[in-house]
C-alpha cells in the first residue's frame, strides 16, 4: 500500500509523537497506523497515511449499508432520523432561514431531502458513485459524484455550507476551509461536526473510543484545534457546543457502541468477523433490516436507560461525543 508521511495541517510543523498504532477494525482492510498528536499545536492525526489513491479500499460499498440495498427507509426509521436532522438544522437556522446550501458529503442525501422539503435550495457532493446515484435517482436530489476540490463551483455562490462527520475524513482540512469560504456568500456559514477527542467517552474507553476509525478518520479534533483551523482559514466561530445525538436517534449510541468495541477487544462479545459475515447473509437474503430479538431488544434498552443521563450530562459539559460548530466567513 502507498503512504505519505506529512507535517501537521495546522501548524505546519514537523514535530509529533506517537499515541498508539492501530488498524481498521470496521472493515478489517489490512494496514497498521500510527495516531499522533502534534507536539507544538496539539493536532491529532494518522501518520504516514494511506494516499489519497489508496482510501478507496477503506470505503466498501457496504460502508453505506442502507444504499447498499438501494431501499428507502421506512416511515418508522425516517422518523427516529428526523429527530437527528432537526439537531442538525436548529442551531444555525438562527443565522440563515433559507438561500443556497451545499452538503459536502451528503452519503445517501436524506438531510438535503430534508432541508428541499423545508424550502432549501440544495446541492451535494459525494465521493460514492454508490451513494451519489442513490440520492439523485431515489430521491430526485442534485448530487455531484466526486470530492469538492474535484469541481469549479462559483465564489460567492452559498449562503451555507455544511459537512456533518466529514471534515475528519479529509486529507487537506486547512485547504478545504480555504475553497468553502470562497464559495461561501460574505457573511455566510460554515456548519461542522466532528468527533470530539476531548470527549468523555474517549476518556474511558481509550482506544476502544467508537470514534477512533484508522485510518478513515484522518484528523482528530478538540475544541481549542478545530477552532484555530477556522480562524487560520479566516472564519469567525460563532457557537460551538458538544452534542451525542447529531447522527444517531438515542443520545446513548456512542457509548453503547464503544462499550461493544472494549468488550469485542476483550474476547466478551462477538468478533468483527462474524458480526461482518452476519451482515452480509442478511443482505445476500434480502432482509438487511433485520429486528432484534427479543433479549437484544432489551438489552439496548437497559442500555439506553443507563447511559442516557450521562450523555446528556457530559453534553452540558463540553465532553459530549462531537463537537457542533457555526462559524461566519470573515472577509
Known amino acids: 500500500m502507498e503512504t505519505e508521511y506529512i507535517n501537521c495541517n495546522l501548524c505546519g510543523r514537523d514535530n509529533s509523537r506517537v499515541l498508539f498504532k492501530g488498524e481498521d477494525r470496521t472493515w478489517l482492510v489490512k494496514g497498521q497506523f500510527s495516531l499522533v498528536k502534534c507536539s507544538y499545536c496539539g493536532l491529532i492525526y494518522i501518520n504516514p497515511r494511506p494516499t489519497l489513491k489508496e482510501m478507496g479500499r477503506f470505503y466498501p460499498t457496504r460502508y453505506f449499508s442502507r444504499v447498499f440495498e438501494a431501499k428507502r427507509m421506512s416511515k418508522k426509521q425516517f422518523l427516529k432520523m428526523r429527530k437527528v436532522f432537526e ?14 446550501l451545499l452538503e459536502i458529503g451528503c452519503s445517501d442525501g436524506y438531510f438535503l431531502r430534508f432541508l428541499k422539503d423545508k424550502g432549501w435550495n440544495v446541492l451535494g457532493i459525494e ?3 454508490f451513494a451519489s446515484q442513490f440520492a439523485r435517482e431515489v430521491l430526485s436530489l442534485d448530487i455531484l459524484t466526486g470530492t469538492l476540490e474535484d469541481f469549479d463551483l462559483k465564489n460567492g455562490s452559498f449562503d451555507v455550507v455544511c459537512m456533518f462527520e466529514v471534515f475528519e475524513h479529509l486529507h487537506n482540512p486547512l485547504s478545504s476551509l480555504v ?13 461542522i461536526t466532528v468527533p470530539n477527542f476531548s ?7 481509550g482506544r476502544s473510543w467508537l470514534n477512533i476509525d484508522i485510518p478513515r478518520h ?11 483551523m477556522l480562524v487560520k482559514a479566516g472564519f469567525e466561530p460563532l457557537i460551538l457546543f458538544t452534542a451525542s445525538n447529531i447522527n444517531y436517534p438515542h443520545v446513548s449510541w456512542g457509548y453503547s457502541e464503544s462499550l461493544r468495541l472494549w468488550l469485542r477487544e476483550h474476547k466478551i462479545y462477538y468478533s468483527r468477523e462474524y458480526i461482518i459475515k452476519h451482515l452480509l447473509s ?3 437474503r434480502g432482509n438487511f433490516d433485520k429486528r432484534l430479538n427479543y433479549p437484544k431488544a432489551v438489552l439496548h434498552k437497559m442500555e439506553q436507560v443507563l447511559l442516557s443521563p450521562i450523555a446528556c450530562l457530559m ?17
Open 87 to 100: 439537531n442538525r438544522y436548529r442551531p444555525f437556522l438562527k443565522y440563515k432561514k433559507t438561500g443556497n
Open 127 to 129: 465521493p460514492s458513485v
Open 179 to 191: 475553497k468553502i469560504k470562497e464559495i461561501l456568500k460574505k457573511g455566510g456559514i460554515l456548519v
Open 199 to 205: 470527549s468523555f467517552g474517549r476518556i474511558i474507553f
Open 218 to 228: 484522518l484528523f482528530y479534533f478538540t475544541e481549542k484545534t478545530i477552532t484555530g
Open 282 to 284: 442478511h443482505i445476500e
Open 315 to 331: 453534553d452540558m459539559i463540553h465532553l459530549g461525543e462531537n463537537l457542533y460548530i457555526c462559524a461566519q466567513r470573515r472577509y
